[in-house]
């Protein structure tokens, strides 16, 4: 399944390791790595938060989902951003090229990695709470992954080493 020209590309919630897990494993597997966040900012034009502060979480979503969708590549590691999730085309065209990995980490884990997350250029709901945030995503996350990684008690490395065994398990190719 990831033979050839698959991708692999990166689910989860603010602080599970997307972007360094993802580094990791396009080192150790001889892929390329693209973070959807820098490419977000780049179309923009500004921040993340930028995005959230002057045209809103919605906004957000809108600009993630036009860049997802254009993106076309192989043979990447793809470190999408928490939100992505929330576009049904998005999604669907990034698990066309690809698998999609789950890095799961609980609440507790999130609040201690991200600390204060009203800085992160987060995309949610004025009134949405962390909790009704993290509820609400992972019920996505886990509806699109093809393969989930508990990574709360593991180093970044043993999260790495987690994934490559698991591909290696189910038959998706390690290049």
């Known amino acids: 399944m990831l033979s050839g020209s698959r991708n692999l590309?990166?689910?989860?919630?603010?602080?599970?390791g997307k972007s360094t897990v993802g580094v990791l494993v396009a080192k150790r597997l001889g892929l390329g790595f693209i973070d959807t966040d820098l490419l977000i900012q780049q179309e923009a034009g500004s921040t993340l938060q930028d995005?959230?502060?002057q045209k809103g979480y919605l906004a957000l979503r809108h600009i993630e989902?036009?860049?997802l969708l254009q993106l076309n590549v192989e043979k990447h590691v793809i470190s999408t951003g928490g939100s992505a999730v929330y576009s049904e085309a998005a999604m669907q065209h990034l698990k066309n090229s690809?698998?999609?990995v789950f890095l799961d980490?609980?609440?507790d884990t999130v609040v201690a990695r991200i600390g204060d997350y009203s800085l992160r250029g987060i995309s949610k709901r004025p009134e949405q709470s962390l909790v009704e945030l993290y509820q609400e995503r992972s019920a996505l996350y886990s509806r699109y992954a093809d393969i989930m990684v508990q990574g709360d008690a593991l180093s970044q490395e043993q999260v790495s080493e987690s994934l490559i065994?698991?591909?290696n398990v189910f038959g998706k190719d390690v290049p």
């Open 65 to 67: 989902e036009e860049v």
């Open 105 to 107: 980490i609980s609440l």
């Open 51 to 53: 995005i959230v502060n």
């Open 98 to 100: 690809g698998v999609v």
């Open 165 to 167: 065994d698991q591909l």
């Open 9 to 16: 590309i990166f689910v989860g919630m603010p602080g599970s």
